[in-house]
């Protein structure tokens, strides 16, 4: 791929924005991606200075804002939008929180690539929760597919008393907006998405604390942060890094055009992730929460993973995922730890 390839990354800062733009520049593409302040560019500069004047940095201080790309998309190739609010606590306005941030981000983005000629196609991050049916019971034994939709309605949404639910909807209604947006104007690009589940990896982005690590990593530091508390989740699937090459190939694939990827590596439990750490890192299974007695459910719902796999993505093993991310967690955690000390 040529180095003349320019890619817009909105997000930039973010957990899943740092590894996309790794995986752009690994496969030769120039990154420019979006921050709200330099600070947070700085910040992912010096927790990987491998990225050190790989990256053209630009401020978009609100994606809500009317043209907010307009600007900074000049001479683009191609956009992965991927900057999109999560708030699933403390939310008191569902439609202005949420929502609308939601939708009128992305329209914001591809109205900003209707005034740049050169780009050919916009990649958008959506999830899984645009998919899935969550009114229903998850042990149905349902494999989803990219042909699937959240079946929640707007109305619904807006008055949805729960942050997850209204969260989940946020991601239909700026998919489906999206969708919409491109029948209607036809534009001279297409668009593909990228739609993952509970999302695992190694963070490499800026963060505040081990608070603000996101909802997967979460789940995953609660079993090895010492607490001994070991919720009981299972779900669905998928490293960071494999999400970030996702969206390489959903940017050059062909097959993708206006299309769907669903990325899943399988499913998980907090059981299976402790079983894994526990027998990789003996030394720490003082802080590792053992496993509880809560069996596997083999009728839980899964993901249809084969379309990915048949244009070439290759996952994570679920093993390596675990490891990965517990050792990035442990380095991070000791790092704030030792902030603290001075």
């Not at 947070?40 to 053209?56: C, M, Q, S, T, Y």
Request: net charge neutral; with cysteine; aromatic share 8%.
């Amino acid at each position: 791929m040529s180095n003349q390839q320019l890619v817009l990354v909105t997000g930039v800062t973010g957990f899943i924005g740092a590894h996309v733009a790794v995986s752009l520049l690994n496969k030769g593409y120039r990154v420019r991606g979006t921050v709200r302040t330099m600070d947070k560019a700085n910040e992912l500069v010096r927790l990987n200075p491998e990225l050190k004047d790989k990256i053209e940095f630009v401020i978009v201080k609100d994606i809500m804002a009317p043209y907010a790309f307009k600007d900074v998309i000049k001479d683009c190739d191609y956009v992965c939008h991927i900057a999109s609010p999560f708030i699933v606590e403390n939310i008191t306005n569902n439609k202005d929180q949420l929502l609308d941030p939601a939708v009128n981000g992305t329209l914001s983005a591809l109205e900003a690539a209707v005034t740049e000629p050169k780009v050919k196609r916009v990649v958008i991050t959506s999830s899984f929760a645009a998919i899935g049916n969550f009114t229903v019971d998850p042990s149905n034994g349902y494999t989803y597919t990219e042909k699937d939709w959240n079946p929640i309605t707007y109305d619904e949404a807006v008055s949805a008393n729960n942050g997850i639910v209204a969260y989940c909807a946020s991601k239909k209604l700026a998919e489906k907006a999206a969708r919409e947006w491109v029948k209607e104007k036809q534009p001279h690009f297409d668009i593909s998405t990228v739609n993952p589940p509970y999302v695992f990896g190694p963070p490499i982005h800026p963060m505040n604390s081990m608070d603000s690590l996101n909802t997967s990593n979460q789940i995953l530091w609660t079993v090895i942060n010492g607490s001994k508390v070991q919720p009981s989740i299972q779900h669905v699937e998928v490293d960071v890094r494999d999400v970030a090459n996702a969206h390489v190939l959903a940017l050059e694939s062909p097959h993708l055009s206006n299309g769907r990827l669903l990325v899943s590596c399988g499913p998980f439990s907090t059981n299976s992730i402790s079983k894994v750490l526990r027998d990789r890192f003996p030394e720490k299974k003082d802080v590792i929460s053992e496993p509880s007695d809560v069996p596997f459910n083999e009728k839980h719902y899964t993901l249809d993973n084969s379309l990915s796999k048949s244009l070439g993505l290759k996952y994570y093993s679920e093993e390596q995922t675990y490891i990965d991310t517990a050792a990035k967690l442990w380095e991070r955690a000791e790092q704030f730890a030792k902030a603290k000390l001075y």
